[in-house]
């Protein structure tokens, strides 16, 4: 196996070692479209094992982190089966080297969940992330199985088996044009009877051919308008902020220390530390990579096309990838792109322009790039800015975070 360097700073990368495949067919998914890369009906094509090897041996050593996240999605993973990962964790244990450590995170849908899947999470401290979209007649509006069929019921007995093995979870909900008007009764349901301590929320955007398929933004830059449209599942531009900050009001004023919301999460952590933890909202990007089964390491997650292909694993080293003329371009794309409306916006520290993937509306001046969403991002990080300061202060001063939640009740 060819030495390779270490990279000069920390950087992730999503692994989706079957790819596509998955056993459910929401109807806003973007990644079961990649059909171009391989085919994405084969269950059995995975990532063989000697790329898998090197895929792990090369992350721990060029990531000069000390602690080494893998994250596993698709797709669906645990269609990979279980013994895919117990040779996953014996890979990791043969090449960690003393001073680091693993942890592994591992994105599901939760439908194939069973006793051995959640002995092995709990054994190996593995952390769930759970994908359910809200209430049982919500999340069956867009989630269904191949035959069509409600997937509810199968999420919740597989989030009661991780519960019941103590593995620890997060859930991650997407808010789209079904559940984008009921954000109160989505975020009640994951805390009272989900019992998810750890929320994240992502908006569905996505855009294709009128004719059909997938119209990503490699593609769009050659197509005119007329060609594209949204798709129906589509979140409205301003509809996130309403979802969020319903959510928002409830939290500040119930939940504070006891449940963790990303979105929130990412402004205090601005306002603490200067980063948002999140590539969506960091200045530039380019540091979350993602892997695809055919050894293909690409810039983004939501950029797989044949444009942002960096390179092959096991042919090429992670940190030379990463640190790529092409790369960095990619990242700082982001900021040196931002139309002029966005330098000069009162929330852009906490905005950014949001993913680039977004950015196909226009200024009031009728510039390109404006996040589609920008009036949700306006309204909420205006709505958050406030109440999060005060909590900042408090964390900053070693003070009980719910103190707010006094103070507010007055």
Same mark, same amino acid.
């Given at each position: 196996?060819p ?10 990368v999503?692994a989706?070692?079957?790819g ?14 990649k !059909?171009e890369?391989?085919?994405? /009906?084969?269950?059995?094509a %995975? ?6 090897e ?7 050593r060029a990531?000069?982190a000390?602690?080494v996240?893998?994250?596993w999605?698709?797709g ?5 089966g279980?013994?895919?990962?117990r !040779?996953?964790v ?9 001073? =680091?450590t693993?942890?592994?995170? #591992?994105?599901?849908n939760?439908?194939?969940l069973?006793e ?15 994908s ?7 999340h069956?509006?867009?989630?269904v199985? =191949? @035959?069509?069929k +409600? /997937? #509810?019921?199968?999420v919740m007995?597989?989030?009661?088996l ?5 593995v620890e979870?997060n859930?991650?909900? /997407? ?5 984008q008007k009921?954000?109160r009764?989505?975020?009640d349901?994951?805390v009272?009877?989900?019992?998810s301590?750890h929320?994240?929320f992502?908006?569905i955007v996505?855009?294709?051919? =009128?004719s ?6 490699p593609?769009?830059?050659?197509l005119?308008?007329r ?14 902020g ?7 009001d409830?939290?500040?004023a119930?939940?504070?220390?006891r449940?963790f ?16 933890g999140?590539?969506?909202?960091? $200045?530039t990007?380019?540091?979350a990579?993602v892997?695809?089964r ?6 983004c997650?939501h #950029? ?7 390179g092959?694993?096991?042919?090429q080293?992670l940190a ?5 003329a %092409?790369?960095? /371009?990619f990242?700082?794309?982001? %900021?040196?792109?931002? +139309? ?12 950014n322009?949001?993913?680039p993937?977004?950015r #196909?509306a226009?200024?009031?001046a @009728? ?7 920008? +009036? ?6 205006n709505h ?5 300061s $005060?909590?900042a202060a ?9 103190l707010?939640?006094? =103070?507010?009740?007055?």
């Amino acid at each position: 196996m060819p030495a390779h360097p270490t990279a000069t700073a920390p950087f992730h990368v999503m692994a989706k070692p079957i790819g596509p495949v998955c056993n459910l067919d929401c109807s806003y998914c973007y990644y079961v479209r990649k !059909n171009e890369l391989y085919d994405a /009906t084969d269950a059995k094509a %995975r990532m063989h094992d000697d790329q898998l090897e090197a895929y792990v041996s090369d992350y721990i050593r060029a990531n000069p982190a000390q602690n080494v996240t893998f994250a596993w999605q698709g797709g669906e993973p645990t269609l990979l089966g279980l013994e895919y990962f117990r !040779n996953v964790v014996a890979l990791q244990h043969k090449h960690c080297p003393p001073g =680091k450590t693993i942890d592994n995170a #591992f994105q599901t849908n939760g439908t194939l969940l069973d006793e051995d899947w959640c002995r092995f999470f709990h054994d190996e401290k593995f952390l769930i992330g759970l994908s359910l979209d809200g209430p049982e007649a919500i999340h069956d509006g867009y989630r269904v199985d =191949k @035959g069509q069929k +409600p /997937t #509810f019921a199968k999420v919740m007995k597989g989030l009661d088996l991780l519960r019941r093995h103590q593995v620890e979870f997060n859930t991650l909900t /997407t808010v789209h044009r079904k559940n984008q008007k009921h954000g109160r009764a989505v975020y009640d349901f994951l805390v009272k009877e989900a019992c998810s301590r750890h929320l994240q929320f992502i908006p569905i955007v996505e855009r294709r051919l =009128k004719s059909g398929g997938d119209a990503g933004a490699p593609i769009l830059d050659r197509l005119e308008t007329r060609d594209v449209e949204l798709a129906p599942e589509t979140v409205s531009p301003g509809a996130l902020g309403v979802f969020m900050c319903e959510i928002f009001d409830i939290w500040i004023a119930r939940d504070v220390g006891r449940v963790f919301v990303y979105a929130f999460e990412q402004v205090l952590s601005r306002m603490i530390s200067g980063h948002a933890g999140i590539c969506v909202h960091e $200045e530039t990007c380019g540091d979350a990579v993602v892997l695809e089964r055919d050894g293909g390491l690409y810039s983004c997650d939501h #950029f797989v096309y044949p444009e942002f292909r960096l390179g092959t694993i096991g042919e090429q080293g992670l940190a030379d990838l990463m640190t790529s003329a %092409r790369q960095r /371009t990619f990242g700082t794309d982001k %900021r040196d792109k931002l +139309p002029q409306q966005c330098r000069v916006c009162p929330v852009r520290q906490f905005c950014n322009g949001g993913c680039p993937k977004h950015r #196909f509306a226009v200024t009031e001046a @009728g510039e390109p790039g404006l996040n589609h969403l920008c +009036p949700s991002y306006f309204r909420l990080f205006n709505h958050v800015q406030g109440p999060l300061s $005060e909590l900042a202060a408090l964390l900053r001063a070693n003070r009980d975070p719910a103190l707010i939640m006094k =103070k507010r009740r007055g």
